[in-house]
Every structure is written in C-alpha cells, then in structure tokens.
C-alpha cells in the first residue's frame, strides 16, 4: 500500500467554518482535514452530508461507453489509449436505438441519472450532432442525460444544452502538480477552458478525479482544492474514482492505496463541497462492501450503478441493491 508520509497539520473548526462561508480552501487546510483522527474526520463529514442531504438517499447513476477505445490521449491509467495494448477495440458511435434501450433499462433497474463516455481527445461537430441525438432519446426515456466527450470547442456545449443535457463530465483527474506525470497530450488548461465552456452554456458540471495514481497525500488535497475552488462554484457532481490497474497500462503496477486514505479522500470532499452529490465511481468492485460502506458514512451519496463502467467492471446491480438494502439507504427518486 501507499505510504503516508506527510507531517499531520491541524484545522481548527473554525477555520473549516471560514472556508466554508468565504467558498474558498487552501491546500494547507484541506491537508489538515486529511490529517484529523479518521474518526473526527467521518463525524465532521456527516455532520456536513446531514446538513444539505437526506443521509438515507443514494443517487444511482449507469455509466455507458457509446463510442470505445482508439482514444489518441495517453493518459497512464487509461486502457482506451492507442498509445497502450491493453486488447481494447476501437468501435464507432452506437446507434439511437441501441443507447434508447440501454437507457430504458437502466431506468427500470432503478438509475436516474444516464451518463454516455466516448472515447475521443475531442469531438468534431459532426460528433457532437451525433451525440445531441442520443442526448434527445436518453430524456425522452424521463432519465438526466449526462456526457464525457473530451475537449468541446466554442459552440459544442450549447448544442448539447440545446438537446437536453443535464451534465457534462469533465474530470480534472489530479492536482496540476501530478498531472503531468500521468498525462502529456493534454494540458491541465486544457481541462479548465472546456468546464469554463460548460459552464458558459448553462449545463451542469460533473468533475472529480482519479486516486490512488502515486499521488502524495499534498497532491490529493490539491486536487481537493482545485475542485472545491473552481470558478463560479464547485461542481454540481464529484465523482471519486479509486484507479482501477489495467493490464498494459503504464499504472498497471502501481502499489495499492490504503482503503482508509481513499475513505478520508470521500470525507474531505464532503466537507469542501457540501451541496455537492459525491459519487463513488471507478474501482468500487475492489474496494469490498466494508470499504463502501465507510464511503457512505463519509458523505458519499451517488454510485455509477450498473456491471460495466466504460470497459472495466462494476458489482453487479443486484448485489449494490443487497448492499444499499443491508445499510438501510434507499434510491434517489427522479
């Protein structure tokens, strides 16, 4: 596992009530959180989550690759990279039926939320034309629409605003420090102009990130920060994505990170963005259901449901239904 190696700072609660009402955190007080006794952390980060939510109300979210693979980016953890043989096929766009009975089926599992990846560094206007038609069949199915297409140009966001989406994904994925040790065909700037386009169109804002690459504990809470002080306010979804080590991918070996940094992670998150849904996403099928169970209790409250998030696994959702049903939470209604 990952060590933690950082000095433990402290954070008076007061201070946390500071940055709560100024909306803005240093990386010195986000640090701090991370360094409270797990267990003051997890109370203060219920207290949070009790404040702005129902802590019994799990939003469920199915995740749907549309167009897969043959993606020119060569971000590390990524098995949808050309650069990577990680056995991945390149496909084309599904078609308007195939993703309308997708979406009719994540509805009757349950799912409110129908979020649809393509696996594209950018998409061309044609693209996106193609998308804002499966946007239209996802909401005619009474289900949010949310998309990750990559970079949008001028104009895109308003397009897909226009046909209905509720959501654009946009990960940051880790703090600018990290970021280039994972990624070199994008810039972090990148990343920040196409949220501030989402942003300019009036759609909502899904962006989290990806732990458990190496990052330090510092680097974790710089990603928290940057999150949390995104322009004009934190994201509406932060989804939380445990790596998942794929074969022929450049992270494929990374040592684990210890389940309870990844718990802390959910609560700071909590804590710092607290009107937020955080979502547990990427890697929950290794975490145990102990392990998610901590999450919940940490402040998350959204999943990506479903037995596939874009080409890696996810528990099935008959067992997230016994889990969800064991711990007493229920499905967010529409």
């Not at 469920?60 to 990279?81: F, H, I, M, N, R």
């Not at 979502?279 to 479903?306: D, H, K, P, T, W």
């Amino acid at each position: 596992m990952t060590p933690i190696t950082e000095h433990p700072v402290t954070l008076h609660p007061r201070a946390a009530a500071v940055a709560l009402e100024t909306g803005r955190w240093s990386v010195e007080q986000i640090e701090a959180l991370f360094a409270l006794p797990f267990a003051e952390l997890l109370h203060r980060a219920q207290t949070v989550h009790r404040e702005h939510h129902d802590p019994q109300e799990v939003e469920l979210a199915t995740l749907l690759s549309v167009k897969t693979g043959g993606c020119p980016e060569d971000c590390g953890y990524c098995p949808q990279s050309v650069h990577f043989d990680t056995g991945v096929q390149a496909g084309k766009l599904m078609g308007v039926d195939a993703v309308r009975a997708a979406a009719q089926a994540a509805r009757a599992a349950g799912a409110t939320r129908f979020c649809m990846g393509a696996a594209w560094r950018a998409p061309k206007d044609r693209d996106v034309e193609a998308v804002a038609e499966l946007v239209r069949a996802v909401k005619a199915e009474g289900l949010e629409a949310c998309a990750t297409l990559g970079m949008l140009a001028e104009g895109h966001a308003e397009q897909l605003r226009d046909a209905g989406l509720d959501y654009y994904n946009h990960n940051l994925d880790s703090d600018p420090g990290f970021y280039g040790d994972i990624i070199s065909t994008r810039d972090y700037q990148d990343r920040l102009d196409t949220l501030e386009r989402v942003r300019g169109a009036g759609v909502k804002v899904c962006c989290g990130g990806i732990v458990g690459m190496g990052e330090s504990r510092r680097q974790r809470a710089g990603l928290i920060a940057q999150l949390a002080n995104l322009a004009p306010d934190y994201p509406e979804s932060v989804p939380i994505n445990h790596l998942v080590k794929v074969a022929g991918t450049p992270l494929a070996d990374q040592p684990d990170l210890d389940p309870f940094e990844f718990v802390r992670t959910i609560a700071v998150a909590r804590i710092t963005m607290p009107r937020a849904r955080v979502r547990l996403s990427a890697g929950r099928q290794q975490m145990g259901e102990a392990v998610q169970a901590l999450c919940f209790q940490a402040g998350a409250n959204s999943i990506f449901y479903g037995d596939k998030l874009l080409t890696t696994g996810n528990p099935d959702v008959a067992a997230d239904q016994a889990l969800l049903a064991r711990l007493g939470l229920r499905a967010r209604q529409g």
